[in-house]
């Protein structure tokens, strides 16, 4: 093998729990390990991150990556560390994510048939469809007793709640725990991978292998995700931080990691990207000797960016990101669609304008004072004179101008800067 996959997710601070023997079973020999991913949406967002992540890492260290999209468990939900039963999926729908879930994945891993560590996609549905009821309560039911189910703390916390725990969600650990002994027996998988709340799920997995047939399984947990700040890892204002460009621009995604506190920085650097623990040090460094350049933060916002976005993306998103604080941006700002210029004005002071005084003419200043943007017209005089307005990134160079329907972006907005600092969108009506 390339290189001792423990040792590496360790000092990336990527295992929380393990079962005896992971290890060895790694350093002996090509081993397939599989990771189940939720079908709730047609796409992954940065909290899927992780586990795509050890499976490329496992990939990368030799060994063959199964990635489990859950069509099965995804009409029914899992109950770990969650208030209350969610809502359930049909099958349309649950169809429809999973192939997006698949096209996602296929970005990250290789799925080349002639390598003996190919990836794969599974989906429990697969092997759930066929089987009854009767059958799953008499073949599987029977191994794991009432009292070891409800030992498990996931299970412990909604029963101790208000809305308890239904029969559907009780059974879930049964479900994946079936799930891995399935994968083992037809696919010799002999790993199982995930987040730390599903610690509980998993080891009952390892037992249903060892009631039912025998065979080795091992398991290994990551940390779950959290900001230093107690914010919840992966939202916005906006709500989750995709992976599908549509549902969060590459311009937005780079914007999360660039606004990273040291502190998460600091962590985030080892996980989520490849760098050595040589390159990360030197960073940490870096960062600790100058950290106003915000190198760490700058240096995470590339390598994921790029690694799920690509490089032209991310150096779009750079590019975007300089568009309010660089002098020469006037050629970026009339290449964004108009999607791509609302994203990265988000949060500037939006101002509605008379689109019919465009229509006739208006001079600079009598704009500047009609906005708003300036109290009166003798104030936005003297900064015009003085060189402090710009229209669209470019420098206003005297009262003389004027603004008509031909001067606006999209046939819409112009973009007004005060100062050095201050912008304004104003929108014609």
Known sequence: MPKNL??????RGMIQDITPGTEEQLTKEMTSAYIGFDPTADSLHIGSLVPILLLVHLQRSGHKPIALVGGATGMIGDPSFKSEERKLLDEATLLHNLSGIRAQLEQFLDFDPSLPNAAEVVNNYDWF????FLQFIRDIGKHISVNYMMSKDSVRKRLDSDSGISFTEFTYQLIQGYDYYWLNAHKNCKIQMGGSDQWGNITTGTEIIRRMGGGEAFAFTCPLMTKADGGKFGKTEKGNVWLD???????????FWLNASDEDATKWIRIFTFLSQENVNELLSENQNEPGLRKLQKRLGKEVTTFVHGQEAYEFAVRASELLFANDTIGLLNELTETQLLEILEGVPTVSYPGNRLQEGVDIVSFLAETGIFPSKGEARKMVQGGGVSINKAKVEGTDNTLTLSSLLHDRYLLVQKGKTKYFLVKAE
């Not at 469809?129 to 009854?132: A, H, I, L």
Request: overall charge positive; aromatic content about 20%; proline content about 10%.
């Open 245 to 255: 460009p549509k549902k969060t621009s590459p311009y937005q995604f780079y914007q």
């Open 6 to 11: 423990i040792q590496e997710l360790q000092w």
């Open 129 to 132: 469809k066929d089987m009854g």
